[in-house]
Nanobody, 121 residues
Framework: QVQLVESGGGLVQPGGSLRLSCAASGSIFNINTMGWYRQAPGKQRELVAAISRGGSTNYADSVKGRFTISRDNAKKSVYLQMNSLKPEDTAVYYC???????????????WGQGTQVTVSS
């Protein structure tokens, strides 16, 4: 069974940094695009950043220049380095990946359980 497990959230002061990690597990044939989404209370889930298997990236305008997404294909992992954090970055952050499991050989999107990021003094 394919799973995505996130780690690295927490409480940080404005201007601080956090690094989120997400690792895929299970019998996986291939992982295409991986990304991070976030959902603040009372708001819709939004894309923060995404990265292709080849390393092409795209970012939400609100995080450009502050956040960096990266991945390690050998470790089936994706990371989000968040710098210069602002209170408006407070949200639950979710890992998302387009995965082809060996069992089905069919591409499907999977979600992690979410990790809370709180930016507050």
């Amino acid at each position: 069974q394919v799973q995505l497990v996130e780690s690295g959230g927490g409480l940080v002061q404005p201007g601080g940094s956090l690094r989120l990690s997400c690792a895929a597990s299970g019998s996986i044939f291939n992982i295409n695009t991986m990304g991070w989404y976030r959902q603040a209370p009372g708001k819709q889930r939004e894309l923060v950043a995404a990265i292709s298997r080849g390393g092409s990236t795209n970012y939400a305008d609100s995080v450009k220049g502050r956040f960096t997404i990266s991945r390690d294909n050998a470790k089936k992992s994706v990371y989000l380095q968040m710098n210069s954090l602002k209170p408006e970055d407070t949200a639950v952050y979710y890992c998302n990946a387009d995965i082809i499991p060996i069992a089905t050989m069919t591409s499907n999107y999977y979600w992690g359980q979410g990790t809370q990021v709180t930016v507050s003094s």
